[in-house]
C-alpha cells in the first residue's frame, strides 16, 4: 500500500511563495510520474504539474511560476509556488501516476494525499 503525505500548505499574501512537499512510502517511488492537482471549493479538481523520466508538464496557468521536483532518495516530491494570485487558493492534492509517463487526466493516478490547503490573500 502506497501512502502521499503532503505538507507545507498555509496562508500566505499575493504575490508570495510556498514549497509543498509529498513524501511517499513504497521501495517504488522512482519508476512512477508524480503529479500535483488542485481543487478550490465548488469547482472540479484540476491538474497543476507533473514529473516523468525527468519531463515536467505544467498547466498553463502556473507555467514560469510553479516549479515541480522530486528527490528520489527521499521519496520526496515537491511543487515550489512563486508569484501566488489569489486564484491559485485551493486545496493541493500529490498523485503517483500509475505508470512511469505523466499525463494530466486524474484517472491516470492511482494513490492519491490527503490533501493541504494554501489559501493566498489579496
Known amino acids: 500500500q502506497v501512502q502521499l503525505v503532503e505538507s507545507g500548505g498555509g496562508l500566505v499574501q499575493a504575490g508570495g511563495s510556498l514549497r509543498l512537499s509529498c513524501e511517499a512510502s513504497?521501495?517504488?517511488?522512482?519508476?512512477?510520474?508524480m503529479g500535483w492537482f488542485r481543487q478550490a471549493p465548488g469547482t472540479e479538481r484540476d491538474f497543476v504539474a507533473a514529473?516523468?523520466?525527468?519531463?515536467?508538464h505544467y498547466a498553463d496557468s502556473v507555467k514560469g511560476r510553479f516549479t515541480i521536483s522530486r528527490d528520489n532518495t527521499k521519496n520526496t516530491v515537491y511543487l515550489q509556488m512563486n508569484s501566488l494570485k489569489p486564484e491559485d487558493t485551493a486545496v493541493y492534492y500529490c498523485?503517483?501516476?500509475?505508470?512511469?509517463?505523466?499525463?494530466?487526466?486524474?484517472?491516470?493516478?492511482?494513490?492519491w494525499g490527503q490533501g493541504t490547503q494554501v489559501t493566498v490573500s489579496s
Open positions: 498523485a503517483r501516476g500509475t505508470t512511469a509517463w505523466s499525463s494530466v487526466h486524474e484517472y491516470e493516478y492511482d494513490y
Open positions: 513504497g521501495r517504488t517511488f522512482s519508476r512512477y510520474a
Open positions: 514529473w516523468s523520466n525527468s519531463n515536467t
